[in-house]
């Protein structure tokens, strides 16, 4: 039988000691006598068992708040080599040269449910990667698409509302996913791609990502120009259908992780080749600002993707809560030489990530060991809060400016900013949409009709008409054969 990692980690930790790792303690470290360690009809169990109280009342407190958005996840560790130098239009320590390797932490995810749902749903998914670089931590959250559903971040919470329960009957509610998304047309573009094929993966490692905002570098000389990334799988794309979906949903909820983590255990490891599409600030001229839209793609005619590096994960977690679940990945993560997007979707994601961790992991989230910048030095003013504290900066002075030697900020030689943009159209990603569905082959288009009113079929009619209307005005052909097809 074929050896398999997961079933047998037990197994292959016992495997890896020669006997009892140590004598059993409680979490301040007192042994535990074997008295203590079992517990009879008569023994008082709460008064004076240390080694009891420890663990009931651990125990109860074991379950820390899941993500709000992307609760199931998979993480794995591994590493970013540079394979084209694009020093020129970015400084960024971790892109200066051909063969630059550097450590990576990875966690890829479904959109919406629960912690303990199934991975094979058809959805968005996730794909954040941190470097840690030799400047900071880096955190690049990327989709499974290659546009969002929306422009403006006020219309967030509802959207993921929406896409949940109902808030009277607690279940899924197909109308008000469909009622929602049909009143911002912007949002069709994604809904397409989310039920042709690629809205299940067949499994991570044939997974494409994009961190799809137009970020803004900047040089050496202080000179800017604008990348989209992608992570384009080298084990190719590749998609299962509804129906296989649902068959091996039903027997294995979480066979999207477990398939990344065996790859890993057997050295089968996934990997992905990062490109950019580079715009320089006279091309930003010819384009205007609509490349900032995370609803719309930048044409890879005019702007084709160029490989940078690799990401490679060979290593699995050790510790799912402590290596998975308590990673943090921040849009305002950023290193010298990478200044984040200047739309402002990207500004609200700045906000909302850190209040999500804070509130989910503590305001020290940043010293929890996955998500520390552990290749430099950090000296900060930030003291104190919950635990984990680390050293808590000793007895470095805890305010500046100061007069006692704490950290002072370096020079920069160019005061580099993000560019002030302007939105010159609402709805403009529908030819898009449009383009996308022309372009999909015979077979592509007849499963994403199969699969948009499978989807659309358990709504109510109003609101199926509300979408239909919205398709027709998109694509007149797609539209009447959806409606058709729902015997419309
Ligand atoms: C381009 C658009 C977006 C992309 C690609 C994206 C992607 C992701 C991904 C991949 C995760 C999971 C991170 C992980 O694995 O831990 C995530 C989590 C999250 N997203 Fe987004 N997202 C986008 C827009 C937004 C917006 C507009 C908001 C709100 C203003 C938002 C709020 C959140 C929050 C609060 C979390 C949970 C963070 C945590 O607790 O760790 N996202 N997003």
Known sequence: EEWDPIKNQLKDFMASTDGPIGTLTTSGGTPVSDHEATSTLDTDSVIDNEYFLDKITHFVEEKIPERIVHPKGSGAFGYFEVTHDISDICKANFLSKVGKKTPIAARLSTTRGNRGGSDVNRDTRGMSIKFYTEEGNLDLTGFSTSVFTIKDAVHFDSANHAAGI???????????????????????????????????????????????????VVNDCGVYHFVRFHFIPDAGIKHLTSAEAKNISSNDPDFMGRDLFTRIAKGQYPTWTVS???????????TGHIVFDVTTLISTRDFPLLPVGKIVLNENPNNYHAQVEQMA?????????????????????????????????????KKIPVNCPFRVDTHTYVRDGVPPVGDNEKGAPNYYPNSFNGAEPYREKYNSKLIKIKETSRVNNLGQAAEYYEELSSGEKSRLIDNFSDGLKGALPMIQIKVLNLIKRIHRKLGEQLAKKLKM
């Open 166 to 216: 109902n808030p009277a009957t607690g279940f899924t509610d197909i109308s008000t996913f469909w009622d929602f998304l049909s009143s911002l047309p912007e949002s069709i573009f994604l809904v397409l791609q989310l039920f042709s094929d690629l809205g299940i993966p067949a499994g991570y490692a044939h997974m494409a990502a994009h961190p799809i905002h137009t970020y803004q």
């Open 276 to 286: 950019v599409q580079i715009l320089s600030e006279a091309d930003l001229k010819k």
């Open 329 to 365: 990945f921040c849009p305002s993560s950023l290193v010298p030489g990478i200044l984040g997007a200047p739309d402002k979707l990207f500004l609200a994601r700045r906000l909302a990530y850190r209040h999500s961790q804070m509130y989910r992991l503590g305001s020290n989230f």
